[in-house]
């Protein structure tokens, strides 16, 4: 699990950025992960797998960074 929680956050700052990552994870509340935050959702338990697939449906990422 903790290596899936290093690729998750190494894709999230590629596709965002590194200063953005942070602020995109802590502030932008989406439907697909039941209004809460990336942050939020991972506290709740969701597997990351599953919030990476719920960022790149929301924020639309290309097929070749997901």
């Excluded at 602020?23 to 709740?44: C, I, K, P, Q, Y």
């Amino acid at each position: 699990m903790a290596l899936w929680r290093s690729v998750f956050w190494q894709r999230m700052a590629a596709y965002f950025g590194e200063s953005y990552v942070d602020s995109f994870a802590r502030d932008h509340v989406m439907a697909e992960l039941g209004g809460r935050t990336v942050n939020e959702a991972l506290e709740a338990g969701w597997d990351t797998a599953d919030v990476w697939r719920a960022v790149c449906e929301a924020m639309a990422v290309p097929a070749d960074q997901r």
